[in-house]
T-cell receptor
């Protein structure tokens, strides 16, 4: 079966750094996405990794290791507005997205 | 403003009733998707369409049907609603890129309660 695992919830302090991990087992791999979803809103695209390594985009970075079936999202200089759920999704061999349940990130002052 | 619209925003429905959730995009994307999102679960694909005139079944298609008469519209119909279909429904679209599909853009969602 196909499976995406993420921690259910994480807490971090404003101004700090947090790393959200995602491990996957899917039928084929054609890229990994990270989305942000604020409560009551739609998911919005954050990052995409298809090759191993780190992709940096401002305060957010995403890392991929295809051999380990592993990715992480790194958020730096945390702000209160970063409180949201972060969704990991893998594009499988049929180019469909398989979604993790999401990690709820709580930012404390 | 380019994007995806969904209607209604929310709906309370009696079990056994028929309901159509509407979705329209103006980005001229080839592919469109319907997901449901339930607490503690990831987004689950109900149906998808890779291009106008074609549709496919996702992970949880039972009880739902779709049509894709043109590029912009992708309605989702519940023929006879049941309480287990209480959920938040998201419509999404994506463009075709070389080697597959690009990131998906989501509508604001429809919150459906079936009593």
């Amino acid at each position: 079966g196909q499976n995406i695992d993420q921690p259910t919830e994480m807490t971090a302090t404003e101004g700090a750094i947090v790393q959200i991990n995602c491990t996957y087992q899917t039928s084929g791999f054609n890229g990994l996405f990270w989305y942000q979803q604020h409560a009551g809103e739609a998911p919005t695209f954050l990052s995409y990794n298809v090759l191993d390594g780190l992709e940096e985009k401002g305060r957010f970075s995403s890392f991929l290791s295809r051999s380990k079936g592993y990715s992480y999202l790194l958020l730096k200089e945390l702000q209160m507005k970063d409180s949201a759920s972060y969704l990991c999704a893998v594009k499988d061999s049929n180019y469909q997205l398989i979604w993790g349940a999401g990690t709820k990130l709580i930012i404390k002052p | 403003i380019a994007g995806i619209t969904q209607a209604p925003t929310s709906q309370i429905l009696a079990a056994g009733r028929r309901m159509t959730l509407r979705c329209t995009q103006d980005m001229r994307h080839n592919a469109m998707y319907w997901y449901r999102q339930d607490l503690g679960l990831g987004l689950r694909l109900i149906h998808y369409s890779n291009t106008a005139g074609t549709t496919g079944k996702g992970e949880v298609p039972d009880g739902y049907s779709v049509s894709r008469a043109n590029t912009d519209d992708f309605p989702l119909t519940l023929a006879s609603a049941v309480p287990s279909q209480t959920s938040v429904y998201f419509c999404a679209s994506s463009d075709r890129e070389s080697g597959g599909w690009s990131e998906q853009f989501f509508g604001p969602g429809t919150r459906l309660t079936v009593l």
